[in-house]
């Protein structure tokens, strides 16, 4: 019989759904766990490009020194929620799947003030890592086909530079960004200012979307999993790029036409 495979997010998903009570929703894009409605766990994947597999666990006081200290290999101090002492555990190490039941535990009677919580019943601990198009759907194949479409396009452009913005290709225009490249929860997409009325007329295609945060400033976002061509998304480019360029930068596009 062929061995199932069966990933760190597999794993991670069994664990704590498996205690008793345990519900899973998303913010902000990653998996959140919950007992009694109180977070106890964010599932976190390559966030804003920082290459971790990991789960953030709210934990008692003095927990996340402890840990931190002890083993610092597989413990850390997260963004954001550090500094509220919750813990880091990075699942992509060598690690033995016990240490990660015993934290998810650990996290769940805290948050549920409840130390009489049975532990997860389902403790299979994963026989392969976090495929790809999960990790960054950017360095998959289809996705370096989308950037090999877009970067040429944005760097032929007067004054130009490509960056980094939260993990992901952007371009921008001197010193403001006018096209970024994302990939999150295996959806590889783009983002351009088009402005207002052309955000209603684009959504006509279902490929096209208002993104959340910059959305509401003109941004549009196109769903680029089944590839891109250089000429649907050339006029995006352009338009995105004369909004922000200066007019130096602008003289010197329209003398090259």
Same mark, same amino acid.
């Given at each position: 019989m062929a061995k199932t495979t069966r990933t760190i997010s597999d794993a991670v998903r069994d664990t704590c759904l498996s205690l008793p009570g345990a519900t899973e929703s998303y913010s902000h894009g990653s998996p959140v766990f919950r007992i009694n409605d109180r977070q106890f766990a964010t599932?976190?994947?390559?966030?804003? @490009?920082?290459?971790?597999?990991?789960?953030?666990?709210?934990?008692?006081? @003095?927990? %996340?020194?402890?840990?931190?200290?002890?083993?610092p290999e597989i413990y850390f101090v997260p963004a954001y929620t550090g500094s509220k002492g919750w813990l880091g555990l990075e699942l992509s190490v060598d690690l033995d799947w016990e240490i990660v039941v015993a934290r998810v535990t650990s996290a769940a009677r805290h948050a549920a003030k409840d130390d009489s919580l049975l532990p997860p019943t389902a403790t299979t601990p994963p026989n392969a890592p976090v495929p790809m198009e999960e990790f960054d759907a950017l360095q998959t194949k289809q996705g370096k086909a989308?950037?090999? #479409? #877009?970067?040429?396009?944005?760097?032929?452009?007067?004054?130009? &530079? $490509?960056?980094? %913005?939260? @993990?992901?290709?952007?371009?921008?225009? /001197?010193? =403001?960004?006018?096209?970024?490249?994302?990939?999150?929860? /295996? =959806?590889?997409?783009? %983002?351009?200012?088009? /402005? @207002?009325?052309? %955000?209603?007329?684009?959504?006509?295609?279902?490929?096209f979307s208002v993104p959340?945060?910059? /959305?509401?400033?003109?941004?549009?976002?196109?769903?680029?999993?089944?590839?891109?061509? $250089? &000429? $649907?998304?050339s006029p995006l480019v352009e338009m995105s790029y004369r909004h922000f360029a200066l007019k130096r930068m602008l003289k010197a596009l329209d003398a090259e036409a």
């Open positions: 599932y976190s994947v390559n966030h804003h @490009g920082d290459g971790r597999v990991a789960l953030i666990l709210a934990m008692p006081d @003095g927990s %996340q020194r402890y840990f931190v200290e002890s083993d989308v950037l090999d #479409v #877009v970067r040429p396009l944005c760097l032929a452009l007067p004054e130009t &530079s $490509e960056t980094s %913005q939260w @993990g992901n290709p952007a371009w921008k225009a /001197g010193k =403001k960004t006018f096209c970024t490249a994302n990939a999150w929860n /295996g =959806k590889i997409a783009l %983002q351009f200012w088009v /402005g @207002g009325d052309h %955000q209603i007329g684009l959504t006509a295609d279902p490929r959340a945060y910059t /959305g509401h400033n003109g941004w549009i976002e196109l769903r680029a999993n089944d590839g891109v061509t $250089e &000429s $649907e998304i």
